[in-house]
């Protein structure tokens, strides 16, 4: 209660400095957008949530009889403008609509900060703040200094839940073709400097950043312009230095799409495949020859993952051949590990202290996309998630409080 009158009365406070200041509509006429001019219109009320509480302010109003539009140069001043909260509030709820679902920011606001910001105007709010968040990061692009010798550059994609009208005609998994999601692609841009006490590397701290949407790939040899993602993933690579470092890798799952992006935009790039994504396709031709609860399956197995670790990757070959005529599995990753071939060096990336796991990328994947948007009862549309996707991605890359100087200034 204490807190509470406290801040009410501090809001009381400033609403009555703010509104004895008549500064605001000294001018008869100003400068309307659309090129016309404007004309004094009295004073109007408006209250807006600030981190005090309501604040009810008086300000000049101008309309513009060319548009018909009207607006108040306060608004503007304060920040407000076409907007209900503070400055203050909105970064309340920017912060903590990237961490929880909408309903549990409107309620850790009320708890922690005495802010009645109910659950549609958090998201409301929210997905706001995550497009200009996301003109944002199409428009600056400030090359960040490459400390490390060695950058990292991991793509993967992960499934959301889509409301009906999003995933309609779309194939999918369920049993009867159809989808109920639509794939977030991820780009994640590390640093492994590190070292566990086994001596591999690992994430430097601090060092992953994040770059996320529901967007294409795919880029005809008839379009004018670069699929979206792929824009995204050069502007991701060009903030974080990639090619200013002595060595670049790309990190994969072995799906063809990010070879594709790699061999076209990254050339002299490492590329490797993530050796359990390697070592789970032995285990699927395994559990194909003697059945998934089978010793032998367990057996053949362990010598095909040592031969893997081993750098005998033509041991593996030939032995996947020598079942090829009888077992699907084996015949179509036969094809995988000989088109993968290079990109299996586990002993030479392993000398050269390289990074074989694509772990941060799929963690990425489970924490950054799916710790927001895969929890029970979702259901996002495409422009909906994109937003909150921007939003979670700057929060997460540590380059909020960067956009929110820019967007002050």
């Known amino acids: 209660m204490v807190r509470e009158t406290a801040l009410s009365t501090a809001a009381s406070l400033l609403a009555a400095r703010l509104n004895a200041d008549l500064s605001d509509g000294e001018e008869r006429r100003l400068p309307c957008a659309c090129g016309g001019a404007a004309r004094r219109a009295g004073r109007r009320d408006k209250t807006i949530t600030t981190a005090l509480g309501p604040l009810a302010l008086k300000r000049a109003w101008y309309h513009c009889d060319a548009c ?79 400390e490390a010798a060695t950058l990292y550059l991991g793509l ?12 309609a005609g779309r194939a999918g998994k369920q049993a009867d073709g159809t989808s109920k999601t639509r794939e977030v692609k991820l780009s994640t841009i590390w640093s492994a400097e590190a070292r566990d006490a086994k001596g591999r590397p690992v994430r430097d701290a601090g060092s992953a950043s994040y770059n996320a949407a529901i967007e294409s790939i795919a880029t005809r040899d008839t379009d004018s312009e670069l699929a979206p993602f792929v824009s995204r993933v ?34 002299d790039a490492i590329q490797i495949l993530d050796v359990f994504h390697a070592k789970g396709h032995i285990f699927d031709v395994a559990k194909a020859l003697y059945g998934p609860e089978s010793d032998l399956a367990a057996q053949w197995g362990k010598v095909r993952r040592d031969q893997l670790d081993q750098g005998r990757l033509d041991l593996v070959i030939e032995e996947l051949d020598r079942h090829a005529d009888r077992c699907p599995e084996a015949k179509r990753n036969m094809a995988y590990f000989k088109t993968n071939r290079a990109r299996m060096d586990y002993p ?12 941060v990328v799929e963690g990425a994947c489970k924490s950054v996309i799916g710790g927001r948007m895969k929890h029970g009862g979702m259901h996002w549309s495409l422009d909906g998630a994109n937003d909150v996707i921007a939003l979670r991605c700057s929060v997460h890359s540590n380059r909020f409080d960067d956009f929110w ?5």
């Open 68 to 146: 018909g539009c009207g607006f108040s140069p306060r608004d503007s001043a304060l920040g407000v403008e076409g907007r209900s909260l503070s400055p203050g509030a909105l970064r309340m709820v920017g912060v903590t609509a990237a961490e929880l679902s909408f309903e549990k920011s409107s309620t850790l606001l009320r708890e922690l900060a005495g802010l009645a910001i109910g659950p549609r105007q958090v998201e409301r709010h929210a997905e706001a703040l995550g497009r200009e968040i996301a003109d944002d990061e199409r428009e600056v692009v400030e090359p960040e200094p490459a």
């Open 156 to 167: 993967d994609g992960t499934g959301i839940p889509m409301r009906g009208e999003e995933t």
């Open 234 to 267: 050069l502007r991701e690579i060009e903030r974080r230095g990639f090619f200013g470092v002595a060595r670049r890798v790309v990190l994969g799952d072995g799906a063809p799409w990010i070879w594709n992006f790699a061999e076209e935009h990254v050339p």
């Open 348 to 359: 030479r990336f392993r000398e050269q202290n390289l990074c074989v796991s694509t772990g």
């Open 405 to 409: 100087e820019r967007r002050a200034a």
